[in-house]
């Protein structure tokens, strides 16, 4: 499967950027084709301004946007890697799809509501988290940061299969923890087409 991995975090030397190695690992090693989407590395802009958001009403998608989006649909499936800011994506993947999921590439409105246009098979979608499980699940945090990458943004635009993994405990965890996590996370990406 060709297979984009879009991962939003500043610092290389980031455990989330040890995620995004062994994933892509995993992946590799499963004999899917890899691209690697790193909005920091490629200084993505983020914020839609006033013109970006006429261009988008009139239909008239930038060069930089259809640079993106060739990559998105290139891709039969998609990885998302990021780490927790304020219960949601870092602002820089947040505004990629304010920027790049168009309507008329990504979804369309009728009367009869929207219908999803990507055609991807799969998306995976890695988060890391400061807080603890228990934190978490006491206050049914784990919906509430699911919604907006499923409902609100993903399975809205017809991706049928969405996956969370969420990694509690991140800043305090040991290093045998990590490495755990990191192995399982390059057995994601071995069995993403399982
Ligand atoms: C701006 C900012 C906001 C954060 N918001 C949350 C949060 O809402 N919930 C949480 O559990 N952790 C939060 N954290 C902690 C990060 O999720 C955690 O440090 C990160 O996932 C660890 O991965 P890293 O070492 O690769 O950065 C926040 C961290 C920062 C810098």
Redesign the pocket.
């Known amino acids: 499967m060709r297979v984009l991995i879009v991962y939003a975090?500043p610092?290389p030397n980031?455990?989330?950027?040890a995620?995004v190695e062994h994933c892509q690992q995993g992946l590799i090693a499963a004999g899917h084709e890899v691209k690697l989407k790193d909005l920091y590395a490629e200084n993505f802009d983020p914020v839609l301004r006033a013109e970006h958001l006429a261009e988008l009403q009139t239909g008239v998608i930038p060069a930089k946007i259809q640079h993106e989006q060739a990559a998105l649909l290139w891709a039969e499936g998609l990885v998302f890697i990021y780490?927790?800011?304020?219960?949601?994506r870092p602002a820089i993947l947040k505004g990629w799809f304010d920027h790049v999921l168009t309507r008329g590439v990504a979804f369309d409105y009728s009367q009869q509501g929207v219908t999803g246009l990507l055609k991807h098979r799969r998306a995976a979608v890695i988060?890391?988290?400061?807080?603890s499980q228990d934190?978490?699940k006491g206050i049914d945090a784990e919906t509430l940061i699911h919604r907006p990458m499923t409902d609100g943004t993903l399975s809205y635009c017809g991706i049928p299969q969405v996956d969370q993994f969420i990694?509690?405990n991140?800043?305090t965890m040991s290093d045998a923890e990590r490495h755990a996590i990191l192995a399982q996370v390059q057995q994601l990406g071995r069995e993403f087409d399982a």
């Open positions: 975090h610092n980031s455990f989330n950027h995620l780490p927790l800011w304020w219960f949601g988060i890391t988290a400061g807080g934190y978490f990694y509690y991140v800043p």
